[in-house]
């Protein structure tokens, strides 16, 4: 099961316990998926979706709000009325129906029916990414307004929710691990929740690690480099003139340097007498390369190099 389905599967269980989060949640459904028709002289209605998920969860809020069969996907006339009056999508007054491009904003004053809301949007329309390749979030929706009211309730909540147009649809997406992590929070979520921090956890330590290797092995390949650029500045200096040419200190520092090649510069202080820090023995190692480049480029100028 994919991640998505993880989270619909947990969120297709949890309902809302005030009727008026629950009118919220339905309301996204039918906007989302909802699929009026006439049929035999009578209004049906249903959820046009194949995810048996959100099948579940649009039958148990029939169940709960209106006392529908649960056993029923498609409901009919009357019911059919009386469902979308609650939910303000028809109004009874005028005889006609009201807009079901966006949920009337009454249905989602509240926190907990934002909560709902959105809830109910993932559940019909939305996906998240697998948290191990990748960190989004997105919900798909049919129109422009549909977009933006999604887009505004979930900022509400201070998200940074972002649309972009694909295809003929506007995509509400969230994209960073941890404004993923606060919006399964706000849909309530948890053990998703739990599950997306635990990859994260695991993908911050791994990525620490592999700064920490990159690092050290750009340190030890910077540490090789100079070792053999010294090296070969002392040789051309022995070839060249002899390391006796040199003052006692280089001559020093130039002898340890070719006994012990691979040594760090902090350890090539240790085998002088005085010891010397890390910074002398560069400063004395730096004059010895200074010397082999004024003596190639005396040799050069003679015409001898």
């Not at 329309?125 to 191990?132: A, D, V």
């Not at 129109?143 to 003929?168: C, E, H």
């Not at 390949?221 to 390391?243: F, H, M, P």
């Not at 130039?254 to 010891?275: C, F, M, Q, S, W």
Request: glycine share 6%.
């Amino acid at each position: 099961m994919s991640f998505s389905s993880e989270i619909k599967k947990e969120l297709a269980e949890r309902i809302g316990t005030g009727r008026h989060c629950q009118l919220a949640e339905l309301s996204a459904v039918i906007s989302f998926t909802g699929n009026i028709s006439l049929w035999g002289g009578s209004l049906q209605l249903k959820a046009d979706t194949e995810n048996e998920m959100l099948k579940k969860k649009y039958r148990l809020l029939l169940s709960q709000l209106f006392q529908i069969k649960e056993s029923k996907e498609v409901i009919c006339g009357e019911d059919v009325l009386k469902v979308l009056e609650s939910i303000k999508m028809w109004d009874k007054k005028n005889d006609c129906f009201g807009n079901a491009e966006t949920v009337d904003g009454l249905l989602i004053q509240q926190s907990c029916c934002k909560r709902a809301f959105i809830r109910g949007a993932f559940l019909a329309s939305g996906s998240i990414s697998n948290p191990s390749k990748a960190y989004h979030f997105e919900i798909v929706c049919r129109t422009v307004p549909q977009a933006m009211q999604l887009r505004n309730t979930i900022n509400s909540f201070n998200m940074d929710a972002k649309i972009v147009a694909r295809k003929k649809n506007q995509v509400v997406y969230v994209k960073e691990g941890a404004n993923i992590v606060d919006l399964l929070n706000i849909m309530e979520a948890h053990e998703a929740l739990m599950n997306l921090e635990n990859v994260r956890i695991v993908k911050e330590m791994r990525n620490s690690v592999n700064r920490q290797v990159n690092c050290e092995t750009a340190n030890i390949s910077k540490t090789v480099n100079a070792a053999v650029r010294q090296i070969e500045d002392i040789r051309y200096i022995q070839s060249k003139k002899g390391l006796e040419s040199l003052p006692d200190n280089l001559k020093e520092i130039a002898v340890l340097r070719l006994e012990y090649p691979d040594a760090p510069l902090k350890e090539l202080g240790t085998y002088l007498n005085p010891p010397v820090g890390k910074s002398g023995v560069n400063h004395r190692l730096r004059r010895i390369s200074e010397i082999a480049a004024e003596l190639g480029a005396k040799f050069k100028g003679e015409g001898i190099l």
